[in-house]
């Protein structure tokens, strides 16, 4: 796991050094503002849920859920300073630090926003493109799973804003770090 996130830095840093808008992790100053705000992203994109089901937009929900979690990663890394632009590498950095004991966040949430290259491999990733690019507006399957999945963003929600407004202070690990992945 160490190898694949400090690709994603290694990448962005590569793209930012080519003048080019960087598809990785790259480390900024730790933000809580920017954390925060993520956070009310996350709340608002869960409110949108309802929204769309009272208006029958069932293939929504799925796009709203996953970034409801996708927020709620992002709210974290902020508080690591780091900005992310790719999903994978969100998700290969909050399973890192975890593993490593930095924070306290539920594997499911992260298992939700990783993106799988094998067919046979699902996440909330393909859901999002399967109700977003079909035909269908409305989804039984949407709505039998409508409340468990309500529940599980609001348990991100709930473990992300420990993390967020804890006092600790959050760095990143020392075998990720190299000077020159920082930007100026």
């Not at 100053?29 to 608002?44: F, G």
């Not at 996953?66 to 994978?88: D, M, P, V």
Request: glycine content about 2%; overall charge neutral.
């Amino acid at each position: 796991m160490k190898k694949e996130v400090r690709k994603c830095f290694e990448n962005a840093i590569k793209d930012e050094k080519k003048g080019k808008k960087h598809k990785g992790l790259f480390i900024i100053q730790p933000d809580n503002k920017r954390a925060q705000e993520y956070l009310d992203k996350a709340k608002m994109n869960l409110e949108l849920c309802d929204f769309y089901k009272e208006k029958g937009f069932d293939y929504k929900i799925p796009e709203e859920w996953f970034y409801t979690l996708y927020y709620c990663a992002l709210a974290i890394l902020s508080r690591f300073g780091i900005e992310s632009r790719s999903q994978k590498c969100t998700a290969n950095f909050l399973r890192y630090i975890k593993e490593k004991g930095l924070i306290e966040y539920d594997n499911e949430f992260i298992d939700r926003i990783t993106v799988y290259s094998s067919k046979e491999e699902k996440s909330d990733v393909d859901e999002r493109e399967t109700a977003r690019y079909s035909s269908a507006m409305k989804s039984e399957e949407i709505s039998s799973k409508y409340e468990y999945m309500t529940n599980i963003c609001k348990m991100a929600i709930s473990q992300c804003e420990e993390i967020v407004f804890s006092d600790k202070k959050f760095k990143i690990p020392e075998e990720l770090r190299i000077d020159d992945f920082t930007l100026s």
